[in-house]
DNA sequence: ATTGATATATATCATTTTGATATATTATAA
DNA sequence: TTATAATATATCAAAATGATATATATCAAT
């Protein structure tokens, strides 16, 4: 593992269940993982190049050479070590950005409708993000005794979780907002 | 507003209320809303030059000419008719990228105590900030019915309320590891 | 059968961000 | 006085973002 590049543990682990083509990686992101983490082709093609040059991943041909060009890109044993060894490395960063909570912390100065209107907005993302969740995991909930599943479940309820925390804040903001001890002063 | 750049947004939303300098906008960013945004001296100074040049902000000259050289920044009228524009902008991205959650999802193939340390670390650093953000929300409190301050305060319970929900389902999630469904097949 | 729309698949590029380092001054503590 | 921490600006390589270009495959509707 040469650098910092979050992309290349992102490709391993996704790389350890199954071979895979960029455009599955793209895909798999996109679905499984798209409430904690974000992908893009940008990233991932130029990292399997960089990956299989320095032994992480190799090329597989796709067996039936019929049609489009395929590249299914396959872990290879030093592939596996790196992904055990940041498994196990201590330092994370969890970096979030939420725009919405900077136009919040910005918005002070505008009328009170501004942060209202933003507060609705990022509502009704999040309840468009849990109903997804909640479908995730009543399939998990189906095959939870297998291999794997109890790491997915627990990523599923973390975003649930979360995603209920928010609702909840959303309306008490609202209620602050609306018949706050401010209530008078809608413009500074 | 030319590009997509978000330091742009940062930094006009922090010059709206007094002139400051690259560093202390950085010092701002590192204290005040860390919590849910990040910022370099990287992106900050190319920031203020571009954003001078295209007249959202100017540069003033400290009055006190003694000591270092120091740029002060203020904003321009273009600059808060641009912030204001912005703020009533409903398209918001929220890009969370949490390291630790995708140790979780990849981990599954490991031995179950790689999953739990990792739910530990992620447990104390919550812990931390969530301390720092209950001192802010008490100090907050002191000062409420000032201008702007609602926004601050919300932000701020946003910001413990996830801690707090984060805190939860790391309890949950150690129980669940310990003594789930799978406690028996500790190996794939 | 052909058209149009959507999905599959790889690749590249400009712009933006990150994280680190270089440089220099000022304030503070030992 | 000397070391160290804080202040302050600037730059750079590496990484990520978001968009676009290119081409094939599939599938439904005409």
Tied chains: 1, 2.
């Excluded at 904690?36 to 299989?52: D, Q, R, T, V």
């Excluded at 597989?60 to 030093?78: A, P």
């Amino acid at each position: 593992m040469a650098k910092d590049r979050k992309i290349d543990l992102v490709i391993l682990g996704l790389l350890s269940h199954e071979d895979l083509t960029g455009y599955d990686i793209k895909k798999q992101i996109d679905s499984g993982i798209s409430f904690f983490w974000k992908g893009n082709f940008g990233s991932i093609y130029p990292a399997l190049n960089e990956m299989e040059k320095s032994g992480l991943v190799k090329k597989k041909q796709d067996k039936k050479s019929s049609g489009r060009e395929k590249i299914l890109y396959h872990i290879t044993n030093d592939g596996k070590k790196a992904l055990q060894e940041w498994l196990r490395e201590e330092r994370v960063s969890n970096d979030l950005k939420y725009e919405t909570l900077l136009k919040i912390y910005f918005g002070g100065g505008e009328d009170r409708s501004v942060t209202l209107r933003n507060i609705e907005v990022f509502e009704n993302q999040v309840k468009e993000e849990l109903q997804i969740l909640k479908i995730y995991k009543e399939n998990l909930e189906k095959v939870i005794e297998e291999k794997d599943h109890i790491n997915y479940y627990l990523t599923v309820t973390f975003g649930i979780d979360t995603c209920e925390t928010y609702l909840k804040w959303c309306v008490k903001a609202k209620k602050l907002l609306r018949s706050g001890s401010d209530g008078s002063k809608n413009k500074r």
